[in-house]
C-alpha cells in the first residue's frame, strides 16, 4: 500500500499529467488512507471525479490504471530496496546496495512546472 507521501505525489501526478484533479478533502481522505490496490486505487479516483468507474471510458480508464500501478510498482521496488538494506545493516556488512533511484519523483518535478495550472483546478495538488 503507498505511504500518504506517494498517494499525495500520484494524485498530483494524475492532476496534473490527466486532469483528474480531486477535491482537497477527497485528496486529503486518499492520502491518509490510500486504497491497498491497483484497481480499488483507480475506482476510487473516478468515484471521486464523478465518474461511475463500471461505465466509464476504457482508453481513460486503462491510462489512469496503468500510471496508479507505476507509483505501486515503485512502492514495491521502494520496499524492497529498505528490506535489503536492513538485511546488510543487521548483518553488519559493508556491501554495496542497489537503490530505486531519486527521492525526488518525476511527478514532483512536472508538477513543480506546472503548479500554478492545478491550483486554478483547486485540488489537492500543493508545489513543493
Known amino acids: 500500500m503507498l505511504d500518504p507521501a506517494e498517494a499525495k505525489a500520484l494524485l498530483s501526478k494524475l492532476c496534473i499529467g490527466w486532469g483528474f484533479c480531486l477535491p482537497a478533502d477527497d485528496c486529503v481522505r ?40 507505476e507509483a505501486f510498482q515503485r512502492h514495491e521496488e521502494r520496499d524492497s530496496g529498505s528490506e535489503i538494506r536492513l538485511q546488510v545493516k543487521r548483518d553488519n556488512r559493508s556491501l554495496p546496495v542497489a537503490t530505486s533511484g531519486s527521492t525526488i519523483s518525476r511527478a514532483h518535478r512536472v508538477a513543480s512546472r506546472h503548479s500554478s495550472s492545478a491550483l486554478a483546478f483547486g485540488s489537492c495538488y500543493t508545489a513543493g
Open 30 to 69: 486518499l492520502e491518509k488512507a490510500p486504497p491497498p490496490e491497483i484497481t480499488e486505487f483507480t475506482n476510487a479516483v473516478f468515484v471521486e471525479e464523478g465518474l461511475d468507474p463500471q461505465i466509464a471510458d476504457r482508453h481513460p480508464y486503462r491510462q489512469v490504471r496503468a500510471v496508479i500501478a
